[in-house]
């Protein structure tokens, strides 16, 4: 049966003051639409298997919010990292987990605070995948087609030659490539052979429990030695004395890199990881002038280019602004030039 | 004895957000020290006269707020219109009033949202004037010595060839002149017997009550006939029933240009009428960039000539403006160049 993880642990600081350490951008309407990131990502992969195979991995501080913005979730299927251990380790729990119920599992993992922008072809995608790893050991990534030479993102580079026998858009992976110089990123673009890594991946539940015991020996034990705890009354407490032992390691480096079955679907369906306020402004609607308003009462004169974001403000009058970013949110004010937005990071 | 009226009726729109309708400027602590400009008024009279004889008139829905920030003022002594009608009949209503309880007082009459720098030196400027008009008929006004020819103000044109014999520096005035253009405003500055008009007034009760009587007599007629009935439960009733009768009109036009006995006091003591934000941000403390930040947790980066004002807000973060006004306040946010600010009537 098909499972769907996803990891909703981050907690962001590029949208500050929008999000915050006790609200993260997952569970934030970013867009205005009327849907956080995390419900639009759950709804994004209804079809793809019922809210029962759904499994979201967060911190226990988010257990509420994840259980108030989800209420059809079954409440045991929200695992709780009592720390924050970067990615590899929260898949290797809930694998473990999924393994426990349901061994034959094909499985989906995606990140909960993405954007996509076409979510038939993306469905299409992904259960493409699904049916490519229900009868394979691959591990499958979604690849982003480019369309300028980001630097935000990673780059998966593929061997175009020859395709896989069973799906003529599945190719292999020549190497994972860290986020790029603005050189290094026109040169991937210039070949056609690159794509971004969206953090989206495909594997049965035995493949990827067997590359954990392959590639991260010590980090399966962990998790193998519970194979009788999942499910039970116990498995909370031993998750929390066990987990804070992990290495905090991301899947990329602690699986990916080392893999060899390791295949990319090239994808196009609009992708962005909302990983700053620029991409953002790309995603919403805009004005005339390239103004990006979210809010209930925002009125703008003499201002272009910008994002004012005040979703907790009653009304709001902005003038003779180009190129910045106001956000307003519960008593926090912030108003920075859209190009110095890395030092967000740093303003609080 | 001595009396002090303060007019605190005004609905002044030009700090929107900071005030509103419902709380205009005179109730708000603009310059973050504590005190609202109501407050700081009161507090530079004391030593003129007595709480018990300073008189606030207002609209009926500032009576509350005019109480929480002034509890040792009796209530009495607050009077209430029912209506806006500009300063004359409001000096009109309060000098009848004071002339039933003090047929010999001696009064200053003050806006209430003016701010003055040096207190001692503006106590004994007023002190003077009540000396004189304790023995004469006169009409005296407080002229400020212009330090740059301001546009946003009007000017008392003196006749400084020869002073009164009872103070050296007390002149006749020649003429009122409303808001000049900047060109004639520099001609004022060159000629040295213009002063600004600070709309403080000083004058015995008989020559004002007198000067309704001449130059309003139908305004006149209406107090008058309420002489009996003033601090007597059916005031209110009655003002209620007669103040929307009256015309709307200025002291200034009312009185001013038609008396003769017109005298001024050129004074020196630092005086704004805080009538715009840049008026505002001279006054303001500002840091080695020339910013002024009332709140409580304001940060500014390569920000400049601006001021950030916001009491509401627990936090705030400013980046890459200069010469801006960012004002937020309960839920609402105004961000603009403060050479626009003449436009900030048009933005609520």
Redesign the interface.
């Known amino acids: 049966m098909n499972h769907v993880v996803i990891m909703a642990g981050g907690i962001g600081s590029r949208f500050w003051?929008m999000s915050s350490e006790s609200v993260p951008k997952q569970f934030l309407d970013v867009l205005g639409v009327g849907r956080s990131l995390l419900q639009m990502t759950v709804d994004r992969f209804l079809g793809i298997c019922e809210m029962d195979n759904i499994w979201i991995v967060t911190s226990k501080a988010f257990r509420e919010q994840v259980q108030q913005q989800l209420p059809d979730l079954p409440a045991h299927n929200i695992l709780l990292e009592p720390c924050r251990r970067n990615t590899a380790p929260c898949i290797a729990y809930v694998s473990w987990v999924i393994k426990s119920v349901d061994p034959s599992a094909n499985i989906v993992v995606s990140p909960s605070d993405h954007y996509i922008t076409d979510v038939p072809r993306f469905r299409e995608a992904v259960q493409q995948c699904l049916d490519f790893t229900a009868q394979s050991d691959a591990i499958v990534t979604l690849g982003m087609q480019p369309d300028h030479p980001e630097t935000g993102y990673g780059y998966i580079e593929a061997d175009l030659s020859y395709a896989t026998l069973t799906n003529q858009n599945i190719f292999r992976v020549d190497s994972f490539k860290e986020k790029p110089t603005l050189e290094v990123a026109k040169e991937y673009i210039r070949k056609s052979n690159y794509f971004w890594n969206s953090g989206i991946f495909i594997w049965n539940v035995a493949t990827i429990v067997n590359a954990f015991r392959v590639y991260q020996p010590q980090m399966a034990a962990i998790f193998e030695n519970l194979r009788e705890q999942y499910r039970t009354e116990r498995e909370q407490q031993l998750i929390d004395e066990v987990f804070p032992t992990c290495e905090n390691i991301s899947v990329d480096y602690a699986i990916m890199e080392h893999a060899d079955e390791i295949y990319v679907y090239p994808a196009e369906f609009g992708w962005s990881d909302l990983g700053s306020w620029s991409s953002l402004h790309k995603l919403l609607p805009k004005d005339e002038h390239n103004n990006a308003l979210v809010g209930r009462n925002i009125?703008v004169?003499?201002t272009a280019n910008s994002i004012v974001h005040?979703t907790?403000?009653?009304?709001?009058?902005?003038?003779?602004?180009d190129g910045?970013i106001?956000i307003?949110k519960d008593?926090?004010?912030?108003?920075?030039?859209m190009e110095?937005e890395q030092?967000i990071k740093l303003?609080?």
Chains 1, 2 share one sequence.
Do not use: C, K
């Open positions: 003051p009125r004169y003499d005040a907790t403000e009653r009304e709001v009058v902005v003038q003779g602004l910045y106001v307003e008593g926090t004010l912030l108003i920075t030039r110095e030092r303003f609080h």
